[in-house]
């Protein structure tokens, strides 16, 4: 493989493949995609990945770097000088960043799977509540790190920005099947308007799977993988 080469083991639905996608669209790199098979994994992911076995794997030349959160700050490192910076250059605006797009990894994705999963409406209300209060922790993050400014980045996305848009199709999934309103205008309107102008972004609509795909996608694991009885 070329020194330079880079390619990208992935799975579409995945948030933590699409954040990487994102960013490597934002920073104008070209890259072979491969898509992977999670229920049945193949040669080139256990090779690239043999501890966790998970993707993403980004493959460039002859190193593998794993875990989405590595792989973006890889990719703002190795090409500081192309595109937008991913991560703030200030070292505290840096570690804020870093601490809030873990939240968003513990708290965001569990509980979309928890709420797919569960068995009674109590659990599945009790989900729904957990993303809620995290969105909005969430909508005081996004004041203070854009510090009013249109994006967590401020004028250009950054790394909160694709770690979180990265979930839009997740969290508007979850609204339909729940019923329940997750970004709320009035419970977190920063958010909102930042959505909105997040999905309109080359980078989001190149990487972002339709919510109808992702839908049908969650209710095909609910019955042939989680097992959960469903109405629909």
């Not at 639905?13 to 954040?19: D, E, T």
């Not at 070209?30 to 980004?58: A, G, R, T, W």
């Not at 409406?121 to 729904?128: G, H, M, S, T, V």
Request: proline share 4%; hydrophobic share 40%; net charge negative.
């Amino acid at each position: 493989m070329a020194e330079d080469e880079l390619k990208l083991l992935g799975m579409w639905a995945s948030p933590f493949v699409i954040r990487i996608r994102m960013m490597l669209e934002e920073k104008g790199l070209s890259y072979e995609y491969i898509e992977q098979d999670l229920f049945n994994k193949s040669e080139l992911l256990l090779k690239h990945n043999p501890i966790h076995k998970k993707v993403p794997v980004l493959i460039h030349g002859d190193r593998d770097i794993c875990e989405s959160l590595v792989i973006l700050q890889y990719i703002d490192e190795k090409w500081s000088g192309t595109g937008p910076p991913v991560l703030p250059i200030d070292p505290y605006d840096r570690a804020i960043a870093r601490f809030w797009a873990l939240y968003i990894d513990d708290k965001l994705l569990p509980s979309f799977i928890g709420f797919m999963k569960a068995a009674t409406e109590e659990a599945k209300a009790e989900k729904i509540a957990d993303t809620q209060t995290a969105l909005e922790l969430l909508e005081g993050a996004f004041q203070k790190c854009s510090a009013g400014k249109d994006f967590f980045g401020g004028d250009t996305t950054g790394y909160l920005d694709v770690t979180l848009g990265s979930h839009l199709a997740w969290i508007k999934t979850t609204e339909i099947m729940s019923g329940a309103k997750l970004l709320d205008e009035t419970k977190v309107p920063l958010l909102v308007d930042w959505a909105k102008r997040f999905i309109t972004l080359d980078c989001a609509k190149k990487t972002l799977p339709s919510v109808d795909r992702v839908e049908k996608y969650a209710r095909e694991l609910q019955v042939t993988r989680w097992k959960v009885a469903t109405a629909n």
